[in-house]
Structures are given as structure tokens and as C-alpha cells.
């Protein structure tokens, strides 16, 4: 299975912004949804946001609404997560995930970008 190659990550203060990238592994880029997941050490991974292939459909997690924003550029193929106003409960590994459920289904997830923050 192709893994993704997020990045972005990195250590910020509490209050601080990042923006995640998650460009497609040559597949037709197009054609497929894109979301963001995080996992916090001993938690579950957890859905963040998505978008559909539209760039429209756009869903967040309900304690990131107004802080986070995923957004997609077909021509860069790439989808982004721009994180504001990080809290402290944000520290997080992010994975990306570019999926369609129509046949042939594809679901291809990255290895993670690691968010840590500080107060």
C-alpha cells in the first residue's frame, strides 16, 4: 500500500499556527477525497477534517471548528490542514488520508507529521 508523505509538523507555543501538506503519490489526485486524522500518545486516532474531491463537503471535528481549516490545490496536488490558535490538546501525530469509496476504492494513509506544543 503507497504511504503519503505529510509534513509541516513540528514544536509551537500554545496559541501558535502550522500548515500541514499532503501531496498525492502520483495517483489521479482528482478523483479522490482527502481528510486529516491525529493520534495523541495513548488515544485513539481520531477524524480532524475532510474535504471531497470537489474541494467542497468540507467536515471538522467539532473542537477544531474556527481554528482549523483543510483546504486542496488539484493543481499542486496536495491537500493542507492550516492549524490557529493550537492547544496544548492538539499535540498530535497528523496523518492524511486520500480516499474514494467508488469503485475501484482507494484509501492511502501517510506515515504522520508530528505536532508538539508547548506553553
Known amino acids: 500500500q503507497a504511504v503519503l508523505a505529510e509534513s509541516g509538523g513540528g514544536s509551537v507555543q500554545a496559541g501558535g499556527s502550522l500548515r500541514l501538506s499532503c501531496p498525492a503519490d502520483?495517483?489521479?489526485?482528482?478523483?479522490?477525497?482527502g481528510s486529516w486524522y491525529r493520534q495523541a500518545p495513548g488515544k485513539e486516532r481520531e477524524f480532524v477534517a475532510s474535504?471531497?474531491?470537489?474541494?467542497?463537503?468540507?467536515l471538522y471535528e467539532d473542537s477544531v471548528k474556527g481554528r482549523f481549516s483543510i483546504s486542496r490545490d488539484d493543481a499542486k496536488e496536495a491537500v493542507y490542514l492550516q492549524i490557529n490558535n493550537l492547544k496544548l490538546a492538539g499535540a498530535a501525530i497528523y496523518f492524511c488520508?486520500?480516499?474514494?469509496?467508488?469503485?475501484?476504492?482507494?484509501?492511502?494513509w501517510g506515515r504522520g507529521t508530528q505536532v508538539t506544543v508547548s506553553s
Open positions: 474535504i471531497n474531491r470537489f474541494g467542497g463537503g468540507i
Open positions: 502520483g495517483r489521479t489526485f482528482a478523483l479522490l477525497d
Open positions: 488520508k486520500l480516499h474514494k469509496t467508488t469503485f475501484p476504492a482507494v484509501e492511502c
